[in-house]
């Protein structure tokens, strides 16, 4: 009841009882108050105790040892070869379908028994993994200068056949397995090959020759096997192999052992393409600055059989890659780009990706906004000297003698 409600004449012991109840129930609510904190801290501490208790058990977990399955015995018990190297024969967990454990299957042991206790999830080597895997570039053919009729023998024979493979069967051919872009460095191969998996909206895997190259006995023919494996799982795609040359130089009679692996790593490749559906949604793609000292295997019909050479831009391309380059630069109005492709005779298309890029940093060093045409003679100067100079082994005249210093 409220005061204002209260009778006058209500006697003074009465007033006490009820306020001394009012003030009763205030801290009633005030308690439930400070109960319902408490037991939202409570749940909080008890959340983070099992968590921490969670943690600790985990890193007091012995670590199990991983290996591969080998075959299954008859009588269920399985043959594994453990990553230190030996082979066990294990048993396997109740836990584990034997269905499950088939050949080249990655599983964990315990360590003490040796016995199956978890199938791994991923076969691909940590490598394979890691490798420069784009699903679907963003680099048209828009971004390319010159090189018309080479995109236009990638588009035959890469994105045709991805795109319509149904034609080939009509037409009753099967399109080249692999190609092979070979060319001065810089002068566009994996940009054209990035462009085609954008085109064909494929996964792209490019790998460089060289990190094929592994220390152990095997270990580079395993990793090309995995890398087509997780091309074929991410199909379409288009596997691009950097310094072809690196694994596919010639084979000679007189070999040291590291050579012999390399020839495995080679032979792993070859079995590959062999293996490949000509009309399926894989396709290879080589790249290589020596096409001369390549195995004549690997040129043979059927695996790179196509040969498609990259040569260094003419003055019109080089216009173009200019234009290319510099299209989101802030270029004064004297800029003449065609002055500047006359003068960057014998340069790759990466060249004058740098020189666009070094007059950008003389107009910053100057703390201009617009990039003038002194900053691009200047670039043009300080770029092309060296790369010339690595192009300049062919030439009997030291490059010192050639540029003057
Ligand atoms: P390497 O043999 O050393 O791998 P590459 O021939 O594969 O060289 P790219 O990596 O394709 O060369 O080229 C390097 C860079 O140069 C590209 O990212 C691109 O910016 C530029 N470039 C090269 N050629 C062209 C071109 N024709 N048009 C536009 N840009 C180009």
Redesign the pocket.
Known sequence: MSESAKPKDQPFHENYVAEYIQGLERRVRDLEQEKRVIEGQYLKVDREFASLRAEFERLRTPPLVAATVLDVLEDNRVIVRSSAGPHFVVTASNFIKLEDLKPSVRVALNQRTFSIVEILPSKKDPFVLGMEIETVPN?SYK?????EDQIREVKETVELPLLKPALFGKVGIDPPRGVL?Y????????????AVAHETKATFTRVIGSELVQKYIGEGARLVREMFDLAREKAPSIVFI??LDAIGARRLETSTSGDREVHRTLMQLLAEIDGFDPRGEVKIIG???RPDILDPALLRPGRFDRLIY?PL?NGA?RL??FN??TKSMNLDKDVDLKTLAKMTERA???????VCTEAGMFAIRDEREQVEQADFEHAVAKVLPPTRMIEASEFTVKPEKMYGY
């Open positions: 680099v971004e390319i200068g010159g090189l872009l060319g001065a460095s810089g002068t566009g191969k994996t940009l054209v090959a990035r950097d310094e790249a290589t600055n990259f831009p391309a173009t890659i290319i380059h790759t298309g990466a060249d004058i990706k740098a």
